[in-house]
């Protein structure tokens, strides 16, 4: 089992909808949850953290977070085009590092 | 503030070459932690450096190693490059890792290695 698990998609949507993203973890010690948007050959740009249970939100950005599911998700409401990247989970454990989940691949259609 | 800095963006070895990557953090920030990430997948942590010591590493060989300066620059070798080793190596640097911050990673550009 991998230690932070995403949908590898590819995922689309139209422009205006919700985007839906969603990642799995496996250390029940972890204690901090990061979603990084990535463009085609760029470096990793933090959008969000959240370390409580419960929704946080930061514009059209929500992220969510079940620590007893071990679950914890990005929405993306209004979506646009320019959110057309890959969306990577990454999670804080017991160890010091952040581990990364494969990226899910998202297409906002015009 | 300035940001990440990494070089060279882009090189190319041959199988069997030695590879040296630099880093300079975030202004403030004392830890650096250096990636490996392959065409299509994640970030893989290769290792962490803290107050110029290596304070965590990832499921690397060896061959990888890496030093961290008196100013929180960083290095990153690669001896004996195999194929497998072509991957957008990434440098983040984040504040003071021991004073409780949540975690949060700021990522430079990456150098892109690619090994014939």
């Known amino acids: 089992q991998k230690e932070v698990e995403q949908n590898s998609g590819p995922l689309s949507v139209p422009e205006g909808a919700i985007a839906s993203l969603n990642c799995t973890y496996s250390?029940?010690?972890?204690?901090?949850f990061f979603w990084y948007r990535q463009y085609s050959g760029k470096s990793p740009e933090l959008i969000m953290f959240i370390y409580s249970n419960g929704d946080k939100e930061d514009g059209r950005f929500t992220a969510q977070l079940n620590k007893a599911s071990q679950y914890v998700s990005l929405l993306i409401r209004d979506s646009q085009p320019s959110d057309s990247a890959t969306y990577l989970c990454?999670?804080?454990?017991?160890?010091?590092?952040?581990?990364f989940g494969s990226g899910t691949q998202l297409t906002v259609l015009p | 503030e300035t940001g990440v800095t990494q070089s060279p963006t882009h090189l190319i070895k041959t199988r069997g070459q030695q590879v040296t990557l630099r880093c300079s953090s975030q202004?403030?920030?004392?830890?650096v932690s250096w990636y490996q990430q392959a065409l299509g997948q994640g970030p893989q942590f290769i290792f962490q450096?803290?107050?110029?010591?290596?304070?965590g590493r990832g499921n690397f060989p060896p061959r990888f190693s890496g030093l961290q300066f008196p100013n929180y620059s960083s290095e990153l070798n690669v001896n004996a490059l195999e194929l497998d080793d072509s991957a957008l190596y990434l440098c983040?640097?984040?504040?003071?890792?021991?004073?409780?911050?949540?975690?949060?990673?700021?990522f430079g550009e990456g150098s892109r290695l690619t090994v014939l």
């Open positions: 450096y803290y107050r110029e010591e290596e304070n």
């Open positions: 990454a999670v804080k454990g017991s160890a010091r590092q952040l581990t």
């Open positions: 250390d029940r010690g972890s204690q901090s």
């Open positions: 983040a640097s984040s504040p003071d890792w021991a004073s409780g911050n949540t975690g949060e990673l700021f």
């Open positions: 202004s403030g920030h004392n830890t």
